[in-house]
């Protein structure tokens, strides 16, 4: 249950923020000092972070009520979390090992999360999951059809000796139907719920949406959202301009013992970034990477995101990175769009 909005970056969007979210400044001023030494992180609703540890601790051991009424205490105390709590009560409303499954319950708290959270990184899993949802509602009336068909011919072949035959063959050619459309039931949350698996051939990165797209064959494995550069808008133009570089590169190394805990560095500057450093007469820089949590904040988690904070980089989670970096190989393309 780990698991998945996007921030404009002008300072007047900033501020904006700040009444969606009241403790924003608090994570403005936390932040402040990690931009002085470098790339940092920070967590989503850090006061409620033990409160989601109980209801996960929870969904692990198959206890879902207790689950579900911890996450109604982060929602009912911590509204800034809103869309992160309803994206897993959604998840677990549907999960196929709870004995107690309401999908009615479970697309009433994703259709939630769109409507009173619109900005929301969890928006995109959310339409998926309805969509998923709907299908096996589908698939489970027609079970439903089925079966009851099904039925109605096995009290017909008692009665009708002389069609016994003909009825059977009939019975199972629908059994095997309902066995084949149960089986799809089954598959949809191993779907869901998969890791991405590589190799990824192409990174694409839109700054404006401060999402990360992990790309295999022209189709999307999974997306993250991100934090970039403090000084964000507008392509990486000389060095220490705080800005995230616009263009085409490749990864070409990694670091497993990097001080961000884990790297993977773009090939940045490329030619056309040496060219405009040359003609404006600075230093493009260089050291552009996709990396986790500056060593010893880990914790902050999902809510670095509220703040452009790095020298340039590109940042997700520590856990997001170990992802990344298992199915994106060296020499795959990292296209960074404004």
Known sequence: MRELSSFQTNMGKKQSRMGKHPNLFFVCIIIAPMLICGCSHFNEGFQAKSTFIEANDFFRQGNYNASLGKYQQIIEKYPTAGDRVLFEMGIIYAYPGNEQKDYQKSLECFQKLINDYPGSGYRKDSEMMIFNINNVIVKDKTIAAQQ????????????????????????E???????????????????????????????????????????????????????LGGNPIGPK????????????????????DSRYHLSLHISYPNEKDKKRAKELGVSPGGDIMIHGIKNGFSWAGDLHTEVDWTKGCIAVTDEEIEEIEKVAPNGAIVEIRP
């Not at 099904?150 to 019975?171: C, F, P, W």
């Not at 949809?188 to 990165?205: M, N, Q, R, S, W």
Request: charged letters at 35%; zero cysteines; aromatic letters at 4%.
């Open 148 to 171: 009851t068909q099904i039925e109605a011919l096995r009290q017909e072949v008692q009665s009708r000796g002389n069609e016994i035959i003909t009825l059977q063959k009939k019975i």
């Open 173 to 227: 050619a629908l059994e095997q139907e309902v066995k084949s459309k149960e089986n799809e039931i089954v598959k949809l949350p191993e779907e869901v719920f998969v890791i991405p698996k590589g190799p990824a051939d192409k990174i694409l990165i839109e700054k404006k949406d401060r999402r990360l797209t992990l790309i295999s064959k022209g189709k999307v494995l999974k997306s993250y959202q991100i934090a």
């Open 237 to 256: 133009e000389r060095q220490g301009d705080n800005k995230t570089p616009e263009g085409t590169y490749v990864i070409d190394a990694r670091n497993k």
